[in-house]
């Protein structure tokens, strides 16, 4: 993925720190990002952010997004109710590529209390570069807007 793709991002308190350091990453790699919050570890409830992310994925007005909760959990189960969103919790490298490979994800979810930040960083830049396969496996997503 070109690092001209904007990209939107979310978390809530429990995800703040690790969202700021992932945001931090990708605006020196030169992503263009819209934070749509949280801005502090002042405790907020995760599907106001969750919302507002899987919204604008959901209406096209961004491809790819990323959500941080405290274990990601939340955030994927609120993301997932949006037509044409498939979030896909990631807390390890070989999750992050297959849920491009074979499920095409747009958003990526990450558990602030459960992953550092190197392996995050990592599970971004393999989740980012990672291209969809196609073939027999667009037919099965395909399936998940019939739903």
Known sequence: MESTTPIVMGSDHAGYALKKFIKEYLTVSDFEVEDCGTFSEDSVDYTDFGIQVAGK?????????ILVCGTGLGMSMV??????VRAALCND???????????????LVLG????????AKEIVNVWLKTPFEGGRHRKRIEKFDTI
Request: proline letters at 0%.
């Open 93 to 107: 490298l070989f999750s992050a590529i297959m849920s491009r490979r074979h499920n095409d994800s747009n958003i």
């Open 79 to 84: 993301a997932n109710r949006f037509k044409k």
């Open 112 to 119: 602030g209390r459960v992953v550092g930040s190197e392996l």
């Open 57 to 65: 994925v959901s209406a096209g007005d961004f491809n790819r997004g």
